[in-house]
């Protein structure tokens, strides 16, 4: 069974920057690409970056091209998203999630969620 766990949201001003982490376990981490997607109050849970099992390809939503950046250590377990230049408009759910096939972008090309992680930007 995949266990994801996210960690590293919290409060911070507009400008400012956060990195998530979502620690995984349960089955050959480096064989599955991995995404982050985001649900803010009242809205439908969107994607925000993927990347591939290597690392070597990664994927990001216009809103956050530029800005935030997808990473991940194999060795490690570990998927990061690193939040920079946030806006209040980035405040939302965190959601990491590994990949089992179609389009990175959508939500139902992904088998396994964690719980989340709150990211709340203030202006």
């Known amino acids: 069974q995949v266990q994801l766990v996210e960690s590293g949201g919290g409060l911070v001003q507009a400008g400012g920057s956060l990195r998530l982490s979502c620690a995984a376990s349960?089955?050959?981490?480096?064989?599955?690409?991995m995404g982050w997607f985001r649900q803010a109050p009242g809205k439908e849970r969107s994607f925000v970056a993927a990347?591939?099992?290597?690392?070597?390809?990664?994927y990001y939503a216009n809103s956050v091209k530029g800005r935030f950046t997808i990473s991940r250590d194999n060795a490690k377990n570990t998927v990061y998203l690193q939040m920079n230049s946030l806006k209040p408009e980035d405040t939302a759910f965190y959601y990491c999630?590994?990949?089992?096939?179609?389009?990175?972008?959508?939500?139902?090309?992904?088998?396994?969620w964690g719980q989340g992680t709150q990211v709340t930007v203030s202006s």
């Open positions: 990347i591939s099992g290597s690392g070597g390809n990664t």
């Open positions: 349960g089955r050959t981490f480096s064989s599955f690409a």
């Open positions: 999630a590994e990949y089992y096939s179609g389009s990175y972008y959508y939500v139902g090309s992904y088998d396994f």
